[in-house]
Structures are given as C-alpha cells and as structure tokens.
C-alpha cells in the first residue's frame, strides 16, 4: 500500500506559480511511476504528466509543456508540480497517482495508476 497527500494549492492569479507536492508514504516510492492528474468541474480527470522512478525521464501532456515541470526527490519520498504561466483554464483539482508500469506518452489513463491522493484545489483567476 502507498499513501499520497498532496500540498501547495491555491489561489493566483493568472500568469503566476504554484508548486504542488506529494508526499508517499507506505511502500516505497521508488518502486513507482508518479503521475499528476487533474479534474475540472463537469469534466473528466486530466492526465497531466508522469515521471519515471529515477526522476530522469517525464512525459507532460501538450496543455502544459514548457510550463509545467515535474521531479521528484526519492530520499524525501515527495513528487512535486512546478506550475508556471498559469491559465484561468489550469484551474482544476490536481491529484497525484503510482503506477507499477512505465512513465510514457502512454500511460495518461487514470485507470492504469494504482494508488491515489485526496487532491488539492487550484484555482487561477483570470
């Protein structure tokens, strides 16, 4: 079993920053892919990139390439979000999920990551 907890929501404006992290606890991190999803009122969860076990390896989907980076520090067991030039449209609950399998273009279904954290609200103003 793994925990996630998600931080670092909130409130900005757009153009601004916010990072988010997840914390795992439970069976170790590094056994995992780590990817972060988002779902926006009436629509469906959002894959919004992934990064491999050693950290060197990320896919993004095209909505945030180049302004949304994610990395990990293992001795921490903590994921993190780095969100930049944000959007009115980036507003969503943002969750972060473990998969067993591959960090890749395609593995962007939620149904393919096995544990999950509650989320955390962001919200940008426009």
């Known amino acids: 079993q793994v925990q996630l907890v998600e931080s670092g929501g909130g409130l900005v404006q757009a153009g601004g920053s916010l990072r988010l992290s997840c914390s795992a606890s439970?069976?170790?991190?590094?056994?995992?892919?780590m990817g972060w999803f988002r779902q926006a009122p009436g629509k469906e969860r959002e894959f919004v990139g992934c990064i491999s076990r050693s950290g060197g390896r990320t896919e993004y989907t095209h909505s945030v390439n180049g302004r949304f980076t994610i990395s990990r520090d293992n001795t921490k067991n903590t994921v993190y979000l780095q969100m930049n030039s944000l959007k009115p449209e980036d507003t969503a609950i943002y969750y972060c999920?473990?998969?067993?399998?591959?960090?890749?273009?395609?593995?962007?279904?939620?149904?393919?990551?096995?544990?999950w954290g509650q989320g955390t609200q962001v919200t940008v103003s426009s």
């Open positions: 999920a473990a998969d067993s399998g591959f960090c890749s273009s395609t593995n962007y279904r939620p149904d393919l990551y096995d544990y």
């Open positions: 439970g069976r170790t991190a590094l056994s995992y892919i």
